[in-house]
């Protein structure tokens, strides 16, 4: 069956400017977790979302960073105004319930000029 | 906090041969869940083999088998019978119940022909 799905696989922006990342968890997976990948932090975790249950938001690094699951299904990470510290691999996972194995998508590569 | 640390940032093993991968993690916690993931250039990262710390069986994955001990809060992946294919970076992780993932900073793996 399908995997995670990620859009855009590249972005390229400005700083200031704001962006927003795409994820489509595998279908019927009720958990959607962001991470990020970059040089100097490693992978880290952003943010979780389980069911209808209110999201766990503690790794978003700063309120520039927000997060939305619609229908219980996709997901848009958005950055706003943009910060150069803020180029990564956004990475997404989805997993069956928030016990399974989480199983990542191909992730967005962020450049902030 | 629970930590996960991978001590070897790169290695090396010759084709056909054995190589394994060390992991140690911090944690108080009596049930979770331990990973290896693989990241190829790609930067998908897939998954390599699970351990549920309630199981003192080692999990096993045709050439990937762990060696878990949970007392030590060890975790490596050994690599049998290594392919050009297995070349990539691999990343330990831990997870609670219901929780993000943790990683380590990640062993790049170098197969050489």
């Known amino acids: 069956g399908a995997g995670v799905s990620q859009s855009p696989s590249n972005k390229v922006t400005e700083k200031g400017k704001d962006v927003e990342l795409r994820c489509d968890p595998i279908?019927?997976?009720?958990?959607l977790y962001w991470y990020r990948q970059s040089l100097g932090q490693g992978l880290e975790f952003l943010i979780y979302?389980?069911?209808?249950?209110?999201?766990?938001k503690s790794g978003l690094p700063s309120d520039r960073f927000s997060a939305e699951r619609t229908g219980g299904s996709v997901s848009t990470l958005t950055i706003q105004r943009t910060q150069q510290e803020d180029s990564a691999v956004y990475l997404c996972?989805?997993?069956?319930?928030?016990?399974?194995?989480?199983?990542f998508g191909p992730g967005t590569r962020l450049l902030v000029l | 906090a629970q930590t996960v640390t991978q001590s070897q940032p790169e290695m090396s093993v010759q084709e056909a041969e054995t190589v394994t991968l060390s992991c140690t993690y911090d944690?108080?916690?009596?049930?979770?869940?331990l990973f290896w993931y693989k990241q190829p250039p790609s930067r998908q990262m897939i998954l390599v083999i699970r351990?549920?710390?309630?199981?003192?069986q080692n999990a096993t994955e045709n050439r990937f088998s762990v060696n878990f001990q949970k007392a030590a809060k060890s975790f490596s992946l050994k690599i049998s019978d290594s392919q050009l294919g297995d070349a990539a970076m691999y990343f330990c992780?831990?997870?609670?119940?219901?929780?993000?993932?943790?990683f380590g900073a990640g062993t790049i793996l170098r197969v050489k022909s």
């Open positions: 979302f389980q069911g209808n249950s209110a999201p766990d």
């Open positions: 996972a989805s997993s069956l319930v928030a016990e399974e194995t989480q199983y």
């Open positions: 279908s019927g997976h009720t958990a």
């Open positions: 992780a831990y997870r609670r119940i219901g929780n993000k993932l943790v």
């Open positions: 944690t108080s916690e009596s049930d979770y869940y």
């Open positions: 351990q549920e710390a309630y199981k003192q």
